[in-house]
């Protein structure tokens, strides 16, 4: 899929349906977040994968949207370090996962977090460390072809402020 294309037309994707993430597939995706640049190269930052059910289950109380968790073939914590701008770090390995997730035709959705103690001890960090997003990975419920539209359409359809907007020049 063409880069730009893959960008626009990305979209969260919170409903799957039952089908496993390939094993391949799987590792693509979390080689995305592991190459993503970062603050000076520190890599403050570790992507923990929530296989064990209980585990899972036990994470969807940690989210805003339990849902999008139960429902999910793939969840990952993504832990970061305390100093510097990790949460741009974390951002940008966030983003490099679900756009890699989406080119093999998986969607994904961020998840926020509301029980920030219940979840460190699931993910298992110290002090030094804070989670910043639990991405959910699947096949969609409801199959979507990135490819169907031109960038240009997927960015009319888009449900974004103007471009007007959010663009200023000075
Ligand atoms: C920091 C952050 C937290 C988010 N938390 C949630 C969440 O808890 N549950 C959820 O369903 N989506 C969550 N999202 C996804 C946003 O709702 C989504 O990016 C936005 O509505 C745009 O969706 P769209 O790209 O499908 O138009 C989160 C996104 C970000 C960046």
Redesign the pocket.
């Known amino acids: 899929m063409d880069a730009y294309l893959a960008v626009v037309s990305?979209?969260?994707v919170?409903k799957y349906d039952e089908r496993p993430i390939d094993d391949e597939v799987k590792r693509r995706i979390l080689q995305a977040g592991r190459v993503a640049g970062n603050s000076k190269n520190r890599q403050a930052r570790r992507f923990v994968v929530l296989r064990d059910p209980e585990l899972v289950r036990r994470t969807a109380d940690c989210?805003?949207?339990p849902d999008?968790v139960l429902g999910a073939a793939l969840v990952v914590a993504i832990a970061v370090g305390k100093k510097g701008p990790t949460a741009f770090d974390a951002?940008r390995a966030a983003q490099n996962m679900m756009l890699a997730a989406s080119n093999d035709g998986i969607g994904s959705?961020?998840?926020?977090i509301s029980d920030h103690d219940a979840l460190r001890e699931i993910v298992g960090h110290g002090d030094d460390e804070q989670v910043a997003?639990v991405l959910t990975f699947g096949h969609p419920a409801t199959p979507r072809d990135p490819q169907r539209l031109s960038a240009q359409e997927w960015i009319d359809r888009?449900?974004?402020k103007p471009y007007e907007e959010i663009v200023q020049e000075r």
């Open positions: 990305k979209r969260e919170r989210v805003y949207e999008n951002g959705c961020p998840n926020g997003t888009a449900d974004r």
